[in-house]
């Protein structure tokens, strides 16, 4: 997968904003690009090439953009630009509607439309996620999409917060992704970013069936991890909390190659696996630990956890202790 990263932490303080001017104009929509204090400017950026979707990750002081239509004449890819802002705040006009954005929130810019905007404030660098991709990519019609242009929505429970945490992990573990695996998470990611437009414009019925079939295992997904504590979590409660049948849940895994109680025993095997090697939690007995994430019993804990991992709790904790831990 084709990363791309830049940074003005080693320029001349003349040379940081014409070169994050000139590469973002490359590496994003072209925009004029100003600031209001070149001398204190710095940035950086990770671009990743998904094929389909490019993911940036993106750190700036205050820059103001203005992409007139004389530069959509001159060039227009016809795409859509998610932001989730992480840190500071900004501000857009484009659609007739001018709106303020901060952070915990997406905003959505279409590349067709004349827009300007901002993102600050000064003292600490603003910071964001964007996610851009083709108009046509959701299969959601563009106008609907468009009517999300400058209209700023949160981060919440549900659908929104399934895709901001998936947008950061992603950011977080994409160097690892290979070609084929990127083009997978692509198609995932614009699923997600289906599903939540579709949430906000009260349109669920437009989702494709693969869109909504991915956005439901993906609340699903992490309706589980956030009780994997819980003993009694079961296929029964997970299908209630999410209004479908056992049987259909039974299917969503089967899609995956996993039963659901595989995939939950996986699940929090892998938390003990993590924490175990913790040495933050060393003092912690290891029955604790397997409690905490749902295995009342140290025997059959025990037995899973040297099925998947080849090795006894204890020895993967010694091993972790000293220095040597397999992954």
Same mark, same amino acid.
């Given at each position: 997968?084709?990363?791309?990263? &830049?940074s003005?932490?080693?320029?001349a303080?003349?040379?940081r904003?014409?070169?994050?001017?000139d590469?973002?104009?490359?590496a994003?929509?072209h925009? &004029?690009l100003?600031?209001d204090d070149?001398a204190r400017?710095?940035?950086?950026?990770?671009?990743?090439d998904?094929?389909?979707v490019q993911?940036?990750?993106?750190s700036?002081?205050?820059?103001?953009?203005?992409?007139p239509?004389k530069?959509i004449?001159?060039s227009?890819?016809e795409?859509?630009?998610?932001h989730?802002?992480? @840190?500071?705040?900004g !501000?857009l006009r484009?659609a007739?509607r *001018?709106v303020t954005?901060r952070? @915990?929130?997406?905003?959505?810019?279409?590349?067709s439309?004349?827009y300007?905007g901002?993102?600050?404030?000064? !003292?600490?660098?603003? *910071?964001a996620?964007?996610?851009?991709f083709p108009?046509?990519?959701?299969?959601?019609?563009?106008?609907?999409?468009g009517?999300?242009?400058a209209?700023?929505?949160?981060?919440?429970?549900?659908?929104? !917060?399934?895709?901001?945490?998936h947008?950061?992990?992603?950011?977080?573990?994409?160097e690892?992704?290979?070609?084929h695996?990127?083009?997978a998470?692509?198609?995932?990611?614009?699923?997600l970013?289906?599903a939540?437009?579709a949430d906000?414009? !009260?349109?669920g019925d437009?989702?494709t069936?693969?869109?909504?079939?991915?956005?439901?295992?993906?609340?699903?997904?992490d309706?589980?991890?956030q009780?994997? @504590?819980?003993?009694?979590?079961?296929? *029964?409660?997970i299908?209630?909390?999410?209004?479908?049948?056992?049987?259909?849940?039974?299917?969503?895994?089967q899609?995956?190659?996993?039963?659901v109680a595989?995939w939950?025993?996986?699940?929090r095997? *892998?938390?003990?696996?993590r924490d175990?090697?913790?040495?933050?939690?060393r003092?912690?007995?290891?029955?604790?630990?397997?409690a905490?994430? @749902?295995?009342?019993d140290?025997?059959?804990?025990?037995?899973?956890?040297?099925?998947a991992?080849g090795?006894?709790?204890?020895d993967h904790?010694n091993?972790a202790a000293?220095?040597?831990?397999?992954?």
């Open positions: 997968m084709k990363i791309l990263e &830049w003005t932490r080693n320029l303080v003349r040379d904003f014409p070169y994050w001017y590469t973002m104009s490359q994003h929509l925009a &004029w100003a600031t070149p400017f710095h940035a950086s950026a990770r671009v990743f998904l094929g389909t993911l940036s990750m993106m700036h002081h205050t820059l103001r953009v203005n992409r239509a530069l004449r001159r227009d890819p795409v859509f630009q998610l989730l802002l992480l @840190g500071g705040a !501000g484009q007739g *001018e954005v952070a @915990g929130q997406f905003l959505t810019i279409d590349s439309r004349p300007q901002w993102r600050g404030p000064d !003292g600490d660098p603003a *910071e996620l964007l996610v851009q108009r046509d990519a959701l299969g959601l019609r563009s106008d609907v999409v009517r999300l242009a209209a700023p929505f949160p981060v919440r429970p549900g659908i929104t !917060g399934v895709l901001a945490g947008l950061k992990h992603l950011a977080d573990n994409a690892s992704l290979t070609p695996s990127a083009r998470v692509a198609t995932v990611t614009l699923d970013i289906a939540a437009y906000q414009l !009260g349109a437009s989702l069936p693969e869109a909504r079939r991915q956005a439901l295992l993906s609340l699903i997904h309706f589980v991890r009780r994997l @504590g819980d003993p009694d979590l079961t296929p *029964e409660t299908a209630a909390a999410h209004q479908i049948s056992v049987r259909h849940l039974y299917k969503l895994f899609e995956q190659g996993l039963t595989a939950i025993r996986r699940s095997l *892998e938390q003990c696996h175990l090697a913790d040495p933050r939690q003092s912690l007995p290891i029955q604790s630990i397997a905490r994430w @749902g295995f009342t140290a025997a059959t804990f025990s037995r899973a956890f040297r099925a991992y090795m006894s709790p204890r904790r091993l000293a220095g040597h831990a397999p992954n």
